[in-house]
Nanobody, 116 residues
Framework: EVRLVESGGGLVQSGESVRLSCAAS????????ISWVRQAPGGGLEWIAS????????FYADSVKGRFTISRDNFKSTLYLQLNKLKTADTAMYHC?????????RGPGTLVTVSA
C-alpha cells in the first residue's frame, strides 16, 4: 500500500522560507517519479513540481519556478520541497504524490500559511 506522509508546514511570513518533507513507504521509492501538488483554500489541486526516479529530470510549474526546489533522498525514501521567497499566494495544503505530474495517490498534506 502506498503511504505518503508530509511534514514541515507551518505559519511563516512573506519572504521567508520553509522546507517540507515527505516520507514514503509501500513502494519502491528509488524507482518512482514523485511530485508535489498543492491546494489553496477554496481552490483546486495545482501540480507544482516533479522529479524522475534518478533525479535526472526535474519539472516546475511557472508559478514556483526559481523559488521552490524539489529534491529526494532515495536512501531515506524521502522527498523534499524547499520553498523560498514565499508569497501569501503560496498559502496552501501541500501534498506529495507518486508519479510524474501526478496528483494521486497523494498524502494527507501539510499546511503552509504565509502571512503578509
Amino acid at each position: 500500500e502506498v503511504r505518503l506522509v508530509e511534514s514541515g508546514g507551518g505559519l511563516v511570513q512573506s519572504g521567508e522560507s520553509v522546507r517540507l518533507s515527505c516520507a514514503a513507504s509501500g513502494f519502491t521509492f528509488s524507482a518512482s517519479a514523485i511530485s508535489w501538488v498543492r491546494q489553496a483554500p477554496g481552490g483546486g489541486l495545482e501540480w507544482i513540481a516533479s522529479m524522475t526516479a534518478g533525479g535526472g529530470n526535474i519539472f516546475y510549474a511557472d508559478s514556483v519556478k526559481g523559488r521552490f526546489t524539489i529534491s529526494r533522498d532515495n536512501f531515506k525514501s524521502t522527498l523534499y520541497l524547499q520553498l523560498n521567497k514565499l508569497k501569501t499566494a503560496d498559502t496552501a495544503m501541500y501534498h506529495c504524490a507518486k508519479g510524474l505530474r501526478a496528483v494521486v495517490p497523494r498524502g494527507p498534506g501539510t499546511l503552509v500559511t504565509v502571512s503578509a
